[in-house]
T-cell receptor
Framework: GAGVSQSPSNKVTEKGKDVELRCDPI?????LYWYRQSLGQGLEFLIY????????KSGLPSDRFSAERTGGSVSTLTIQRTQQEDSAVYLC?????????????FGPGTRLTVT | AQSVAQPEDQVNVAEGNPLTVKCTYS??????LFWYVQYPNRGLQFLLK??????LVKGSYGFEAEFNKSQTSFHLKKPSALVSDSALYFC????????????FGKGTMLLVSP
């Protein structure tokens, strides 16, 4: 079946511009996660959506980062006034609802380069 | 708080030899533990998980991992490495009760030489 998809696969933007990254989770998965992967830094948790509950935004690094999930499916991660340190691969994952033993399924990621 | 340590940035092994990728964790209470693999320019793929029961967990592509509670470790192993196993491996942990996010280690690059 279809996996998690993300678009665009690559994004190059100028410092100060806003960007939007899109994630389509696996159908039926109610939990959706965003991570950031920087070289040598592993995966950094950004935000988590579960059904209609308020999202866990505890991982967002600054108020320039925001995310929404419409209709419990597609999610968009927005970065405003991008900075060079925002350059990274942004990964989206989805899973069945809690309990927490459900594994997460990852998309291929969006490579963001801020020049 | 929960954390994962992968002490080796890189592991080198010759094809056909056994491999071990190390992972230790810290979590309040009992853990759920996961291994993921990332091939170049690809997203993470689930390999295996420990939830409860048998400490030796078998997963995809011939990999297995052993949960050791006293040493708080969950090392990934394979009896005979393949060149195609070369990839970035991530260990992850979360508490097995309540709500918590998944915490990942920084990853270990496995290089298998022919």
């Amino acid at each position: 079946g279809a996996g998690v998809s993300q678009s665009p696969s690559n994004k190059v933007t100028e410092k100060g511009k806003d960007v939007e990254l899109r994630c389509d989770p696996i159908s039926g998965h109610t939990a959706l996660y965003w991570y950031r992967q920087s070289l040598g830094q592993g995966l950094e948790f950004l935000i988590y959506f579960q059904g209609n509950s308020a999202p866990d935004k505890s991982g967002l690094p600054s108020d320039r980062f925001s995310a929404e999930r419409t209709g419990g499916s597609v999610s968009t991660l927005t970065i405003q006034r991008t900075q060079q340190e925002d350059s990274a691969v942004y990964l989206c994952a989805s899973s069945f609802r809690l309990p927490p033993d459900y594994e997460q399924y990852f998309g291929p990621g969006t490579r963001l380069t801020v020049t | 708080a929960q954390s994962v340590a992968q002490p080796e940035d890189q592991v080198n092994v010759a094809e056909g030899n056994p491999l071990t990728v190390k992972c230790t964790y810290s979590v309040s209470g009992n853990p759920y533990l996961f291994w993921y693999v990332q091939y170049p320019n690809r997203g993470l793929q689930f390999l295996l998980k420990y939830i409860t029961g048998d400490n030796l967990v078998k997963g995809s592509y011939g990999f297995e991992a052993e949960f050791n509670k006293s040493q708080t470790s969950f090392h990934l192993k394979k009896p005979s490495a393949l060149v195609s196993d070369s990839a970035l491996y991530f260990c992850a942990v979360r508490m097995n009760s309540g709500y918590s996010t998944l915490t990942f280690g920084k990853g270990t690059m496995l290089l298998v030489s022919p």
